[in-house]
């Protein structure tokens, strides 16, 4: 699809020119809380996103994390975008950071891309075509038994230490990598066995969505039914070990 290639292109660019502005100077801001970063560069990733998009594809709506773009656009299909996903990793210079972003109709997202600039990783899905990284189809080799697993977590502050207690003894390791997105497309490499969203905005999870779909993972609410980009609370799963997953998160009171 064109646009789906153009939007590849797009997100890869958008990586190569954050690595040069980061030399520069940009300013790191608290946004909803002392605990929320944000920094010039998140709006400047998202307004190059926006001009380029708007300008090619101007009946597209565009919902993305920052500077008021955060409302459901009335338009059947629009852009899902997070221009930083893990902005505290990036403000504090640890290379687990990523641009995510995905083109979504009727809320089902049909194709999404990530980018972890960095580690020079673009991960990428499109409806009915499988998962790739760096231009090879991924084959996920995905943990059939729930102890050997990875399972990687957002953080919710206060509870997070709830999942863990109820994880930590039936996985093989927990890990937070501090950018829920990645997380996301590492579960649809194979990386990861599962992640599991405890705050999820449709920016931090549309793009992984497609990812993990098209590997053929599961994507449920706590209760087992299926989720959708907008269920803050959500477990992006192989399918080996959803089930007794799904078991061990129904035991977590939050
Ligand atoms: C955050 C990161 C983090 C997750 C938070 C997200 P941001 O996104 O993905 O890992 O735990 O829920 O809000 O603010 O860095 O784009
Ligand atoms: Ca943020
Ligand atoms: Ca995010
Ligand atoms: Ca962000």
């Known amino acids: 699809m064109k646009e789906f290639e153009y939007l590849k292109d797009l997100v890869f660019n958008a990586g190569r020119k954050l690595l040069e502005w980061r030399e520069e100077e940009f300013s790191v801001n608290t946004k909803s809380s002392k605990f929320d970063l944000v920094t010039s560069l998140d709006f400047r990733v998202q307004d190059f996103l926006y001009n380029e998009l708007t300008k090619k594809f101007p009946e597209i709506g565009f919902l993305a994390e920052e500077d008021g773009f955060d409302k459901k656009p009335s338009t059947k299909g629009y852009w899902v975008i997070d221009p930083i996903d893990g902005t505290v990793n990036f403000a504090k210079g640890i290379p687990n950071f990523c641009i995510s972003a995905a083109y979504v109709e009727d809320d089902e997202p049909l194709y999404g891309v990530i980018y972890a600039p960095v580690m020079n990783q673009l991960i990428y899905a ?129």
């Open 126 to 254: 499109e409806k009915g075509k499988g998962v790739y990284e760096n231009g090879k189809k991924v084959i996920p080799h995905w943990n059939k038994d729930i102890e050997s697993s990875m399972i990687s977590l957002g953080n919710l502050r206060g509870h997070t230490y709830k999942f863990f207690r109820a994880l930590e003894n039936n996985v093989m390791r927990v890990r937070l990598l501090g950018t829920a997105a990645l997380q996301i497309a590492y579960v649809g490499t194979g990386n990861l066995d599962a992640f599991i969203s405890v705050k999820g905005n449709s920016w931090d999870v549309a793009a992984g969505y497609i990812i993990v779909k098209e590997a053929g993972g599961i994507i449920t609410d706590y209760s087992g039914n299926k989720a959708t980009i907008f269920n803050k609370k959500a477990i992006y799963s192989n399918p080996y070990i959803h089930e007794r997953l799904l078991k061990i998160i129904q035991g977590v009171q939050i």
